[in-house]
């Protein structure tokens, strides 16, 4: 792939706003359409979405949807404040103790389990997600790539590839492989001085109008400092791809010091989701034995739920489901609501033998918390359980008409009809969660096995066909696509 250098006045003018390449082009220079082409956020958005194919093979990511879903909510929640709101985002957590998070083309967010777990308040892990926000809305990205010369950088899915390689994980192959490529373009991705300071300014911003505590942004980062400074020479990747300099948190303390004082409660979600994670490292029992003593201690400032919550998840993995069932009565009766706490009643209840139970709780907190999607596919899984795939359907059903796009569902809806031993159905669904996932020819398997399958009526059929020629046509678009950017 060829890479043409942007006038400067294209990429700082109008770079900023993530606009359709050939309306902005109008009144400048004629830089050439393959040029506009090849930096357009479309195009920056399909390489994200290709390495997200391999992000989400990754052994480290972390598919939890009750995680995603919160740090979907907090991203998005900030994102909604810049100035251009077109851009989407997608927030994603890899399993990796180290404290980072990066920005990847096309608004793909990765953030670390180490770093939610470092964070002293949801102020200082949303002022991080602010700060990567504003290296995607800024074009951070695209301005690097363009100005790091075309010679040395050979696409953008090379380089995008270097950034999760250059995160260290020392038991993942691609890490390893690509360790020494990846270091030499990591140097030529790191941020620039300029490109820091417009990412704190930017994300302050957005930090104050979403309603949280700026300070969290000074707080954040001056501990990613001592945390660097006990790393010595091999500082977190956080910092190696943003350089953090004095004169940096000197700037944000004055930007900060102006702002009138705002405090900012953290939600208990985010208490929920940290104590989650932290079940989820190390062996349980120790998980175990830590949530006792901070329970025994009253050691929770405040958040009793979330250490109540958290030692039921422990025990849960410690395989004590009764023992956890009896903390999640502590929950209620300290009145702590969360959709997170109705799943883990319900698992508790699944665990035990009775799936029935279970679906009757998730069905009785579905009208509360209608948009959560960790209900909705804990509701499915426990009606097969109950051994009820009729009423699973029915489910999946009134789900996709609101969440069409979501592959996760689809699975689950494969996984029901081939319950109901509807072979064509069954095929269909698997195909429409390959295709979501941008993996065409698995989805054209699917569909063709779904056109042999020989148990669908007319109309499933021809559905069949119909979208299988469509599939067909995206691959060949897409091919031809990829053979363009070639030239
Ligand atoms: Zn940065």
Partial sequence: MKLYPFATALVLGVGILAAPPLSVAEGLPDLGEAAQAEFSPAVERRTGESIMLEVRRDPAWLGDPEINGYLNRIGNRLAAQSEDARQEFEFFVLRDSTLNAFAMPGGYIGVHTGLILAAASESELAAVLAHEISHVTQRHLARLINKSGQGQVTSLLALAVAILAARSSPDLAVGAAMAGQG?????????????????????????????????????????????????????????????????????MGNRIQSRPYKQAADSLEFQLVRAKLRVQEGAAHDAVTEFESRLRDRNFAGAEAAVRYGLAQALLRDGKAAAAEREVGELRRLKAESPMIETLAALLRQKQGDATGAAAILRAAQPRYPQDRAIAYALVDSLLEAGQPQQAIKVTEEDLQNYPSDPRMHLLQARTWSMLGRRLQQHRALAEAYALQGQLAPAVEQLELAQKAGDGNFYEQSQVDSRLREVKKRMADDAKQAKDAKK
């Fill in 183 to 251: 270091a030499a373009i990591q140097n030529q991705l790191n941020y620039s001085r300029d490109f820091e300071r417009e990412a704190d300014r930017v994300g302050l911003g957005l930090l104050e109008r979403s309603g949280f505590d700026i300070r969290g942004m000074s707080g954040f980062f001056e501990r990613m400092q001592k945390f660097g400074r006990l790393y010595e020479n091999n500082a977190p990747g956080y910092l190696r791809t943003h350089p953090l300099t004095t004169e940096r948190l000197a700037d």
